[in-house]
């Protein structure tokens, strides 16, 4: 008698709960609820699991490059998400970007979509480098090149992410308008194609030597553990005394080197084409401090 009593007491709570219990879509409802998003809510609703309950779809944006779409693979993934997420708010907290203000910005054009940050208030960049990131604030075009008028330009700073259509395929950062901690590219479905980690513009294995503890005098490319990429060396002024580049520890290509105050050339050497071609390198040109030519073979 207990037992049916009891029965009694629970099932209509059971038939309750399953009459409460929502229906699922079918594809094809899904499909045209997808159709009627904008581009940020598709990209809000095809976020992982794991990050849906952070506040934010920018908050959710930051962890979505470290998971991977599988089952398998989505809990180790998920705590090194974590572990990074910890290290960014440390240099990003969505106002300043290593201890400097930035602004945010959206470039949204029919097939992309780009979110990124800029200096709020301008910044000289460091003179150790030849490009760096502008954003025209009239054209809403991003591009690198040496000099911007910082009036109608602003210098990239911070967060990094570029979508095609919903898919995320590039994220990293930036700093004073140069490439800086960890830089990631991936195809449409996902799938690691890149990884490159930066330090205030050079690789960050790269071997940097110093006049004193604020000029650089030497940055020699070290990428994997080998000599590879852009090799710098600079006058006392800062200015470039001398630019090439290594594959595999060894100089392919043209070198220059400059007088000082970096513009103008004072000697031109050329090197084999790639690490596998052969042959001695040799003087193309050198300049007088006029630029005039001096030594032309």
């Not at 009239?138 to 911007?148: A, F, G, M, T």
Request: hydrophobic residues 30%; positive net charge; glycine residues 8%.
């Amino acid at each position: 008698m207990r037992i049916l009593l009891l029965a009694l007491i629970i099932l209509p709570f059971g038939s309750y709960s399953q009459d409460v219990v929502p229906k699922a879509k079918t594809k094809e409802q899904r499909k045209a609820e997808r159709k009627q998003m904008s581009l940020e809510e598709k990209i809000e609703s095809t976020l992982p699991v794991e990050i849906s309950g952070t506040p934010s779809l920018d908050e959710a944006r930051k962890t979505v490059g470290q998971v991977i779409p599988t089952k398998k693979g989505k809990e180790k993934k998920r705590t090194f998400a974590l572990k990074e997420k910890k290290k960014e708010v440390k240099t990003f907290d969505g106002k300043s970007y290593k201890g400097i203000a930035v602004e945010k910005r959206i470039i949204n054009r029919r097939s992309s979509y780009q979110e990124f940050y800029v200096l709020k208030e301008f910044q000289t960049p460091p003179p150790y480098h030849r490009a760096f990131a502008w954003y025209d604030e009239k054209n809403h075009r991003i591009s690198e090149v040496l000099q911007r008028d910082p009036k109608t330009n602003s210098l990239l700073h911070g967060p990094y992410r570029e979508y095609r259509g919903e898919d995320l395929i590039k994220e990293g950062y930036y700093y004073l308008g140069v490439k800086d901690g960890r830089w990631m590219q991936y195809d449409k479905n996902f799938i690691l194609l890149e990884k490159e980690t930066f330090k205030e513009g050079f690789y960050d294995e790269s071997q940097i030597s110093y006049y004193d503890d604020n000029k650089i005098k030497e940055v020699i490319p070290v990428k994997f553990g080998k000599i590879t990429g852009t090799y710098f060396r600079y006058h006392p002024d800062g200015s470039l005394a001398e630019e090439g580049k290594y594959e595999n520890g060894k100089k392919i290509g043209k070198w220059i080197e400059f007088y000082p105050g970096g513009t103008k050339r004072k000697k031109e050497i050329q090197h084999p084409a790639s690490f596998y071609d052969e042959g001695e390198p040799f003087v193309v040109v050198e300049y007088d401090e006029k630029g005039k030519a001096v030594n032309k073979p």
